[in-house]
């Protein structure tokens, strides 16, 4: 089992900047694929950005140049860094974990947290 808890949620002016959080915890030796999705009241959860073997990185199209993730594995924490936000990207922010157990892959979620663009 992985453990995944985000935080660094909240609300921001359009403009503004918010860095999310994802701590994980548990068996994490073969998580090889993390990543960051989110879903907006009424739409279906879309991948916002995500690091596959630990140096493959993938962004939404809407998010390029604006979002950063990174990655700490000593820490075993995950980052995004989102600037210049946008009122389209409010939404509730999920993390998400890959395992990989011989052929078995398993997908793990963070509880989620809210980013409000608003003024």
């Known amino acids: 089992q992985v453990q995944l808890v985000e935080s660094g949620g909240g609300l921001v002016q359009p403009g503004g900047s918010l860095r999310l959080s994802c701590a994980a915890s548990g068996n994490t030796f073969s998580v090889h694929r993390m990543g960051w999705y989110r879903q907006a009241p009424g739409k279906q959860r879309e991948l916002v950005a995500r690091i596959s073997g630990g140096t493959m990185i993938e962004y939404a199209d809407s998010v390029k140049g604006r979002f950063i993730i990174s990655r700490d594995i000593a820490k075993n924490t995950m980052y995004l860094q989102m600037n210049s936000l946008k009122p389209e990207d409010t939404a509730v922010y999920y993390c998400?974990?890959?395992?990989?157990?011989?052929?078995?892959?398993?997908?793990?979620w963070g509880q989620g947290t809210q980013v409000t663009v608003s003024s």
């Open positions: 998400n974990a890959r395992r990989a157990w011989g052929t078995v892959e398993t997908d793990y």
